[in-house]
T-cell receptor, first 118, second 110 residues
Framework: GAVVSQHPSWVICKSGTSVKIECRSLDFQATTMFWYRQFPKQSLMLMATSNEGSKATYEQGVEKDKFLINHASLTLSTLTVTSAHPEDSSFYIC??????????????FGDGTRLSIL | DAKTTQPTSMDCAEGRAANLPCNHSTISGNEYVYWYRQIHSQGPQYIIHGLKNNETNEMASLIITEDRKSSTLILPHATLRDTAVYYCIVRAGTASKLTFGTGTRLQVTL
């Protein structure tokens, strides 16, 4: 149980295009999902918290107009990197926690999306 | 959330127990200790978590000291597939965020 699926797993695109990444909880419902970014040889950095039916909460220094988050259902959150540039190339990872479990229960992570901007 | 301190790297021979330490001296009473690992180019995988009692599951054991200022993750029989970065994270049970530190890079060798 507790499977989180991300799509696509790998994307390469030209500078200036927008890229959408999907995060789905396959066997549970998630009121809240989280988006992380990881640069090579670095740890995961939380970008934003995605809340179902309301606006996302962004971490300090993360541009909300650059990284658009939509959480329209209890099983799907999307991250759109708008007008992507080479410096946005990174490993993007989402996580979610089963809303039916106690708050101390762990988050479960997707396998990540590797984004390369040429 | 309380800050954690982990060794940068560790080596372990295959078949032996891997003991990964974590210091969290500023942990609060309502904060849990979570362990995740990240195999290269994959998302983090949940391993185990605990509040104050020792915990064991099919993957590992978690030993938390009585004062809760440190803990040890034990992989009883390490295999090559356990080579990964292991993250110790402290988080309040009611909090949402997980804050990742730099973790311990465990290398399991033949």
């Amino acid at each position: 149980g507790a499977v989180v699926s991300q799509h696509p797993s790998w994307v390469i695109c030209k500078s200036g295009t927008s890229v959408k990444i999907e995060c789905r909880s396959l066997d549970f419902q998630a009121t809240t999902m989280f988006w992380y970014r990881q640069f090579p040889k670095q740890s995961l950095m939380l970008m934003a918290t995605s809340n179902e039916g309301s606006k996302a909460t962004y971490e300090q220094g993360v541009e909300k107009d650059k990284f658009l988050i939509n959480h329209a259902s209890l099983t799907l959150s999307t991250l759109t990197v708008t007008s992507a540039h080479p410096e946005d190339s990174s490993f993007y990872i989402c996580s979610a926690r089963d809303r039916g479990q106690f708050s101390n229960q762990p988050q479960h992570f997707g396998d990540g999306t590797r984004l390369s901007i040429l | 959330d309380a800050k954690t301190t982990q060794p940068t790297s560790m080596d372990c021979a295959e078949g032996r127990a891997a003991n990964l330490p974590c210091n969290h001296s500023t942990i609060s009473g309502n904060e849990y200790v979570y362990w995740y690992r990240q195999i290269h180019s994959q998302g983090p995988q949940y391993i185990i978590h605990g509040l104050k009692n020792n915990e064991t599951n099919e993957m590992a054991s978690l030993i938390i000291t009585e004062d809760r200022k440190s803990s040890t993750l034990i992989l009883p029989h390490a295999t090559l597939r356990d080579t990964a970065v292991y993250y110790c994270i402290v988080r309040a049970g009611t909090a949402s965020k997980l804050t990742f530190g730099t973790g311990t890079r465990l290398q399991v060798t033949l």
